[in-house]
DNA sequence: CAATGAACACTATGTTCATTC
DNA sequence: GAATGAACATAGTGTTCATTG
């Protein structure tokens, strides 16, 4: 998880996509689209709508980075239509390293609202604290 | 000024930098590398430092877009060291439309932060108000 | 057909270095 | 030599589309 150390201006969006799978892979284990349907879902009032294959890459990267592992399944009825699917769950390596992962985002968050929030002081005076 | 409209995942650094670049241009005329060490000074402890090529590439967009004009000048003492820099001054026509950039900067500033606040919400529980 | 993911394209950003006075 | 900015390289992200069972 490289992009954590980057410093850079802003988060990284697979970072931070990264952060939600975690906990969602977590709470119940889904298949890829479903995961994006959730994401899609939940930041929707954002105006955000994280592109399917950013999450199928986020996906992968945990996988290779040993967070989780993958499971095929078929979904459907035989003889008709089969559709092959990819369940995902955390191992426990993944459940201990998920809470460091969370740690070093919580820093990074924290960095990225301190800055956006000083442009907002800057130039519109002063946060409101409500 | 395109990359308003964006509405992806972030704010993009380069429309962060334009809004403090037409309030620093409004505020003292100083040349292209004076207000990239401001820059560097006043995110310093936000762990971020603007690349100069990204201030310079920013200069350049807001004088094409008409915000500002520029002016050579030659700086330092006859038949030694001679350099040139560039002096940046906000046009009328600029400042009119740095007002409306800073509303549409505005929101999106919002937006971003809204983001980051709810994943910290999400992840961390309740966010303090202090 | 829906889910997956690879390939590709494009945008944003960072690095290096030539120029110029 | 310091400032400028072009050229280049890389990273990040978005789009399209082939696969496949």
């Not at 929030?117 to 130039?123: E, I, L, P």
């Amino acid at each position: 998880m490289s992009e954590l150390k980057s410093r850079g201006f802003l988060l990284k969006q697979r970072a931070f996509l990264k952060l939600y799978l975690l906990e969602h892979i977590q709470a119940h284990k889904l298949y890829g689209s479903q995961y994006i349907d959730e994401l899609k879902r939940e930041f929707e009032s954002y105006g955000y709508s994280p592109a399917p294959s950013e999450v199928y890459k986020s996906l992968h990267e945990l996988t290779n980075d040993g967070y989780v592992t993958r499971e095929k399944k078929i979904l459907g009825e035989e003889g008709i239509g089969f559709q092959e699917i990819i369940y995902y769950q955390l191992t426990e390596e993944g459940k201990k390293r998920a809470d460091l992962y969370k740690i070093q985002m919580k820093e990074e968050l924290d960095r990225c609202i301190g800055l956006l929030n000083k442009a907002v002081r800057d130039h519109y005076g002063p946060v409101s604290k409500l």
